[in-house]
């Protein structure tokens, strides 16, 4: 790759790389979101240093979109596709920057994206208003990276330069945008997904609906028990709608579960309902070999058309769950067993202050406090059994012994004297992990991009 003739005025271009001491490659602090195809074609325009420039700010661009307009988000895949898009059109700017007779295209992967948007029904007002943000967090990053690589005297020219390209290839960039939202808009609402999607919703809005007619669009009954799950992947990819409601649909026979229904949300997140058989739950089997990144959100079986409702709201909020502490969490989790985590955790901040009161230095991410929350809770959900706890632990019972009675000395008071709260503490702390707790005496670590859907 070499820089084209007459090209002195844009050579810095060709100069950019990812700040010093930030690896680039397979240990750069970003991987590429792109495809290796796309990304080779960069290179061999650019070079490495400003494609990996590119990976890294498409990266804070799509952080910086998110944090303007948080409906954008959704979760680790959702952040995904939408890194994807910011990174194209950053590789994009530098190329047409470098060659400023290269084509005014949108990305496909910034299509890919907008279309994302339109089947999640975000408002095409949210849509924009994340373009205009990305114009402006893209011209302040391109304006830094040429003021350190151009002489004094020819910053205020290719300053000009830089506005001026941003705002025509952006003007584009919107126009194009807003034309295949409303052609996927248009497609979308003239498909039976689109009907069964709109009814769902109006049953989980609380707003009245025909149940009879509900239950035969929808082909699944909304009188007797329901059971509700939600599912996403990891990571966007070609396949993952169609990957997701098989193993959904499965999960849900699994459960004794029939007239299951499956409604997917967006490309990388499905809504299901099952209706259990009445008796005792069916036997568990061995979880089948769904793909790796595929994670379960399960609700508790409820009743008629509120439970229907009820159901998906527990399943929510086994979600957000496993987003607070995924790595803390199975890939299938159920409500019943974060409940009271999930409950605590509506409003974090504060759970945060509550669990680090209550637990003082036991609220510390560590493996020697967790090793000491972990026996007080067994040890407390035992009735104070020794024995049973060391079972539990597969440690012996003399080890219960000095690890509770450490942890009393941590506390400074007898466990009896809050066993309520330092039992709620402790759940939380079990399930939420990192999200609640501090990190080497600091504040709590951040959550991870997005939310759940």
């Known amino acids: 790759m070499t820089a084209p003739l007459g090209s002195g005025r844009t050579d810095w271009v060709y100069r950019l790389a990812p700040p010093p001491g930030q690896a680039a490659g397979r240990d750069a602090p970003y991987q590429p979101a792109g495809t290796v195809s796309a990304l080779t074609d960069a290179t061999d325009r650019l070079g ?109 020219g290719q300053f000009r330069r830089i506005s001026e390209l941003l705002f025509g290839y952006m003007d584009a960039f919107s126009s194009h945008m807003t034309a295949e939202y409303l052609a996927e808009h248009d497609r979308w609402i003239t498909s039976g997904a689109a009907a069964r999607e709109e009814t769902v919703r109006l049953i989980l809005d609380g707003e009245p609906v025909r149940q009879d007619t509900a239950s035969q669009l929808l082909a699944h009954p909304l009188e007797g028990r329901q059971l509700a799950v939600i599912a996403w992947c990891e990571a966007p990819r070609a396949e993952a709608t169609t990957d997701l409601q098989a193993a959904t649909a499965e999960l849900l026979h699994q459960r004794g579960c029939s007239s299951p229904l499956v409604v997917p949300i967006g490309g990388t997140t499905v809504w299901a309902w099952g209706s259990p058989h009445p008796g005792p739950p069916a036997p568990r089997r061995p979880e089948p070999a769904f793909p790796a990144d595929i994670r379960f959100a399960c609700g508790s079986v409820r009743e008629g058309l509120a439970g229907f409702r009820q159901s998906h709201e527990d399943a929510r909020h086994a979600a957000r769950v496993v987003q607070l502490n995924p790595r803390g969490t199975g890939r299938l989790v159920e409500y019943r067993d974060v409940g009271l985590a999930a409950l605590l955790s509506a409003d974090l901040p504060a759970l945060r202050r509550f669990v680090s009161d209550e637990l003082g230095a036991l609220a510390v991410d560590s493996p020697q406090a967790d090793q000491l929350r972990e026996t007080v809770r067994r040890y407390l959900r035992n009735e104070r059994g020794l024995a049973a706890a060391a079972a539990q632990l597969h440690v012996a019972r003399n080890t219960v012994t000095y690890r509770v009675k450490r942890a009393q000395e941590i506390l400074g008071h007898d466990l009896a004297a809050r066993l309520p709260e330092l039992t709620a503490a402790l759940e939380a702390a079990r399930v939420l992990g990192s999200a609640v707790l501090r990190r080497d005496g600091t504040e709590p670590r951040d959550a991870a991009p997005g939310r759940a859907g």
């Not at 992967?109 to 994302?116: K, Q, V």
């Not at 949210?126 to 005297?153: E, N």
């Open 48 to 156: 490495p240093g400003p494609v990996a420039w590119a990976v890294q700010v498409g990266h804070d661009l799509a952080r910086t979109i998110i944090d303007a307009v948080p409906e954008l988000g959704g979760g680790k895949a959702p952040f995904e596709t939408l890194r994807m898009g910011t990174e194209a059109a950053t590789l994009h700017a530098l190329t047409l920057l470098a060659d400023p007779s290269a084509d005014l295209v949108v990305p496909e992967e910034s299509l890919r994206g907008d279309r994302e948007f339109a089947r999640r029904r975000i408002a095409l007002d949210k849509v924009l208003r994340g373009i205009r943000v990305a114009h402006a967090s893209l011209t302040r990053s391109l304006m830094a990276g040429c003021q350190d690589l151009v002489p004094p005297d020819d910053l205020a």
